[in-house]
């Protein structure tokens, strides 16, 4: 792209361990800027080093060193500077998704006052969500042969085959969990936040039919038929047997 006359910048995160054994202001071949965190602590959003085109520019606490808004006034720059730029945020450009929760940057804005207005009628009200999850392989690092490959996070680094597939709904009062393996699951989200006591073996057979004809609404649902399936009357408690 340089020689087509563009100039690249990375900004955010580039790869898994970087700068690793290299030096903390190494730059990639390919780059005309470069605004990567080299030190510190960036998943927190505060107290870190950017590698700011071969130098190390230290950020503190202060609101004005938030990252995100750091680098998103740098894209910002140069998206306006008239010049012909492509703009790259890294692999994971917004690091703090990973994981813990995110610092907020402070000047957080109240939503209370978007909800004024009339109160929707009870009727219209969502009466429960489907979840979901869909196979998926989890993956080992692939080998690094030549020290370009990115390595995996610490947590991808787990391999037990497979993840289940389940399908399930969740109420105000408890959440129901059907996998493909044929086992369920049931927990009464009041007296069990935490999910700690599945409660699937003692469910009323009739009450269990109806969370399953539910579940297969979500499942099969498309467009407003959806909708549809949010409305469907289900016992606010659970009926076991007795």
Not at 20 to 27: F, G, K
Not at 140 to 153: H, I
Not at 216 to 226: D, H, K, S
Request: glycine letters at 8%.
């Amino acid at each position: 792209m340089q020689s087509d006359g563009y100039r690249t910048v990375l900004l955010g995160k580039y790869l898994n361990g970087y700068p690793a054994t290299a030096s903390p202001t190494y730059i990639p071949p390919g780059w005309t800027e470069w605004y990567v965190p080299a030190a510190g602590h960036p998943y927190s959003n505060f107290n870190y080093t950017l590698n700011e085109n071969g130098t190390l520019v230290p950020y503190g606490s202060a609101p004005e060193d938030y990252l995100t808004d750091v680098v998103a006034g740098k894209a910002g720059a140069d998206l306006e500077s008239g010049r012909d730029v492509r703009v790259r945020g890294g692999p994971d450009a917004d690091l703090p998704q990973h994981g813990r929760p995110a610092h907020p940057a402070g000047r957080g804005r109240a939503l209370a006052p978007s909800f004024a207005g009339p109160t929707p009628a009870a009727s219209n009200w969502r009466k429960m969500v489907f979840v979901e999850q869909y196979p998926f392989e989890r993956h080992t690092p692939p080998p690094a042969s030549n020290g370009t490959l990115e390595p995996l996070d610490p947590a991808d680094l787990v391999s037990t085959g497979p993840a289940p597939f389940y399908k399930g709904l969740r109420t105000h009062t408890y959440k129901y969990i059907e996998y493909d393996t044929g086992e369920k699951e049931f927990y009464e989200l009041v007296r069990d936040p935490s999910e700690l006591q599945n409660q699937a073996s003692r469910l009323d057979p009739a009450f269990q039919a109806q969370l399953a004809a539910a579940v297969q609404a979500f499942a099969t649902c498309a467009g407003n038929t959806c909708r549809s399936a949010e409305q469907i009357a289900l016992p606010p408690s659970p009926v076991y047997v007795p």
